[in-house]
């Protein structure tokens, strides 16, 4: 299984616990000493079993709506729009639970009643207003976890980042190249959007496993657990892959911006310190001589004329490449006192 497609499996996997625990706790609450006012009378127990039939398949509705979500409507729009959307979603999510409910009435319960009168029997609208919520609360959640990083949440919530710890990392600066002109000649609303756009194009390397651990205006920092990174050198296909979706797109970026975007990158491994920080906002920062010598690197791409530049730390761990590495010799970079030796990375003509 590929990353991406083991990526939409664990958002669909998410989903799927989230809804079966949210009918097994509606069915735990509203069954324990109650009665039914309508047709389909449950214990307790019989409505936690149908609960966790019904959160599965629920659960892989609105999580495959998810993944389309990420991966095809991350275009810019409108709030109009997007509630207009959400409020279709919404309804014909409903439409679907109804559907499966019903069935499963009907055909495991031998209950004879109509749909109609299914869909609109005493306590439906209290079904309809937690179900809604609950919708509302996995795509916040959602939001959070993409906000914070893949995995990070759970991590967050289990205190794995309150106490400082070391992890072994790649790091990559990705930094937009004459951003300063190009700043100038599209004025700053133009300027916003086309960094928007060249960022929005970026998440194609999330199949190449990395992380996007923060944005800096024009600038993007990625990272990978070591094993992730070397593997399949993902630390530098990321890269290439990255600049060939922009190459793809670069009659958008003309018609649009009257511009190609190219952006140079700097990459370091090491050893770093992970750890949570913030009072009234919550991160996870990584800490180090190996985030620095990174952003140290990149900036030493124009005076060597080199889109791609990696520490010899790094380049000494890839096992077997295919790209080239010409190396440039030991540098000094600003605010360390030994020169590190850096290698230009290219691929391979094709």
Same mark, same amino acid.
Request: with cysteine.
């Given at each position: ?17 989230? +809804? ?24 307790? +127990? =019989? ?21 389309? !979500?990420?991966? #095809? ?12 959307? =959400?409020?279709?979603? !919404? ?28 869909? &609109?029997?005493?306590?439906? &609208? ?10 509302? &609360? ?15 949440? $759970? ?6 980042? /309150? !106490?400082?710890?070391?992890?072994? =990392?790649?790091?990559? &600066? ?12 599209? $004025? ?35 990272? +990978? %657990? ?23 797109? %670069? ?46 690197? %990149? ?17 000494? %761990?890839? #096992? ?9 010799? =030991? ?16 691929? /391979?003509?094709?």
């Amino acid at each position: 299984m590929n990353y991406k497609n083991k990526r939409r499996w664990l958002i669909i996997r998410d989903y799927c616990i989230g +809804w079966t625990l949210a009918f097994v706790f509606y069915s735990i609450v509203r069954g324990e000493g109650t009665q039914e006012m309508g047709s389909v009378q449950l214990e307790v +127990w =019989r409505s936690i079993l149908v609960s966790m039939v019904i959160g599965p398949i629920v659960g892989s509705i609105s999580g495959y709506a998810q993944v389309l !979500t990420e991966e #095809k409507a991350y275009q810019p729009m409108s709030i109009q729009k997007l509630l207009i959307l =959400r409020f279709i979603f !919404t309804l014909l999510f409903i439409i679907s639970i109804i559907l499966i409910a019903y069935t499963i009435v009907t055909l495991f319960m031998e209950v004879k009643i109509g749909l109609i009168a299914f869909a &609109f029997e005493p306590g439906s &609208f209290a079904i309809y207003l937690y179900i809604l919520f609950v919708d509302v &609360f996995m795509a916040i959640l959602r939001q959070v976890n993409l906000l914070l990083g893949e995995k990070k949440l $759970g991590k967050l919530l289990r205190g794995k980042f /309150y !106490t400082p710890r070391e992890e072994e =990392r790649i790091f990559m &600066f990705v930094d937009l190249k004459d951003s300063t002109k190009l700043a100038e000649q599209l $004025g700053h609303t133009k300027y916003s959007l086309l960094i928007q756009d060249c960022f929005n194009d970026l998440g194609v390397v999330a199949e190449n496993q990395a992380e996007i651990y923060q944005y800096a205006g024009d600038e993007a920092i990625l990272t +990978w %657990q070591l094993p992730d990174g070397l593997r399949n050198e993902n630390c530098i296909r990321a890269y290439f892959n990255f600049k060939e979706e922009l190459i793809k797109k %670069q009659d958008y970026y003309l018609h649009k911006y009257n511009c190609r975007p190219f952006f140079k990158a700097g990459i370091n491994a090491g050893n770093v310190m992970v750890t949570e920080i913030g009072k009234y906002k919550k991160d996870i920062a990584y800490h180090g001589d190996t985030v620095n010598t990174a952003a140290r690197i %990149q900036s030493k791409c124009n005076d060597f004329k080199q889109e791609l530049l990696i520490s010899k730390n790094l380049k000494d %761990q890839l #096992k077997k490449s295919e790209f080239n590495f010409d190396e440039l010799g =030991r540098i000094a970079l600003k605010g360390k006192e030994k020169e590190v030796l850096i290698y230009a990375v290219a691929e /391979y003509a094709k």
